[in-house]
């Protein structure tokens, strides 16, 4: 599992006060950013090997508002890679309270700059070994 903290900026808040929902998912990117950073292979190496990553499907459950200047600890696991797709899941967390604030996924795919689906086993075994080796365990969230 891997922990990224994002600190809610004022331009993040609506006239309400809280963060716009569609930050969240901003967020996300910037945690999962990290997060291959953190593992050795990030964007700027995938983009020197050829490899895009898109983003094929998001899904967000919003449990608790935040607000400016709140501390949001975000929690990313590996939830499935089978090769082509990579699913990634992701906890928010109010860093001060502990509240739960988001649950949510990312679904992204593997393909070469030409828009075409690749396979990391055959083309990038280093990066499809180091994917497998972080699948999570099975959650229990529906």
Not at 13 to 25: A, Q
Not at 57 to 82: A, H, M, N, W
Not at 92 to 99: E, I, L, S
Not at 107 to 123: A, D, E, M
Request: hydrophobic share 35%; aromatic share 10%; charged share 25%.
């Amino acid at each position: 599992m891997h922990e990224y903290i994002h600190k809610v900026c004022y331009h993040e808040t609506d006239k309400m006060g809280i963060t716009h929902h569609s930050n969240y998912i901003r967020w996300m990117e910037e945690a999962r950013v990290d997060f291959l950073d953190h593992i050795g292979y990030g964007y700027a190496r995938m983009e020197q090997d050829g490899i895009i990553s898109p983003v094929i499907g998001v899904e967000c459950q919003y449990k608790q508002p935040t607000t400016f200047s709140d501390e949001v600890r975000i929690q990313l696991e590996v939830e499935e890679f089978r090769g082509v797709r990579l699913v990634i899941r992701y906890t928010m967390f109010n860093h001060r309270t502990g509240a739960l604030v988001l649950t949510g996924k990312t679904r992204h795919c593997f393909t070469n700059v030409q828009g075409r689906p690749i396979q990391l086993k055959k083309q990038f075994p280093e990066l499809d070994a180091l994917l497998k080796s972080l699948v999570a365990p099975a959650s229990d969230e529906n």
